[in-house]
């Protein structure tokens, strides 16, 4: 079994300040990685995802994660906030065990809360 | 093109009545999946149909819920008798086969009382 750990539910930043939402997961397989964004009222939005590669992904709305395997982690960050990013930040992985099974795990969310 | 739709928005009912919620995934999409939210706690994983059969049903709660995909498209939850634990969001998400990003629909918000 898969668990993702966000090790903070809320996150209060100043507008144009950098921001670092945590994630670390445990798999016994490997995993793909994601990161989803749900703005009030509307349904969740991929942000990033990692399948191989290149562990530094880049995302929409200039936010950037980092694929740590040694550490379990995928880290999201922005150099700088706008208010406009707002919102519930989720982490989730895909275990890549055998069978067809693709069913999202997720963290319990960051809310990101950024102030003028 | 259409996103993934959940209806209705939202939903109260009373503790022992039966609520129906629809998902219409996205056009051609033959992966669709459930998830729900339960206060403020992480969104887990009910089931996952592929096409019209149920490919892993492993997350379901309890036999109150009943999920049905006639004909491979459009998708119902089915919850009765509804428990007061049953509130919370459930969000539909549909994929094409072999792909990995899952596309959600809003949510609906379910208030037993």
């Known amino acids: 079994a898969q668990s993702v750990t966000q090790l903070d539910s809320q996150v209060p930043v100043f507008e144009e300040a950098p921001v670092e939402l945590r994630c670390n997961y445990s798999?016994?397989?490997?995993?793909?990685l994601f990161w989803y964004v749900q703005y009030p009222n509307q349904g969740l939005q991929l942000l990033l995802k990692?399948?191989?590669?290149?562990?530094l992904v880049k995302g929409i709305n200039g936010f950037e994660a980092e694929f740590n395997k040694s550490q379990t982690s995928f880290h999201l960050r922005k150099p700088s906030v706008h208010i406009s990013d707002t919102a519930e930040y989720f982490c989730?992985?895909?275990?890549?065990?055998?069978?067809?099974?693709?069913?999202?795990?997720f963290g319990s969310g960051t809310q990101l809360t950024v102030l003028p | 093109e259409a996103g993934v739709t959940q209806f209705p928005s939202h939903s109260v009912i009373e503790k022992g009545q039966t609520v129906t919620l629809r998902c219409d995934p996205i056009?051609?999409?033959?992966?669709l999946y459930w998830y729900r939210r339960v206060m403020g706690k992480e969104i887990k994983f009910l089931l996952h149909?592929?096409?019209?059969?149920?490919?892993?049903e492993s997350g379901m709660p309890n036999n109150r819920f009943l999920a049905e995909r006639t004909g491979g498209t459009y998708s119902t939850l089915k919850v009765q008798p509804a428990e007061l634990e049953d509130s919370g969001v459930y969000f539909c998400?549909?994929?094409?086969?072999?792909?990995?990003?899952?596309?959600f629909g809003p949510g609906t918000r379910l208030t037993v009382l």
């Open positions: 998400a549909s994929s094409p086969l072999g792909y990995n990003e899952q596309f």
């Open positions: 798999s016994s397989v490997s995993v793909y």
């Open positions: 990692y399948l191989s590669g290149s562990t």
């Open positions: 989730a992985v895909i275990a890549l065990s055998s069978g067809s099974a693709r069913q999202l795990t």
């Open positions: 056009s051609g999409h033959d992966n």
């Open positions: 149909f592929v096409k019209e059969s149920k490919q892993d």
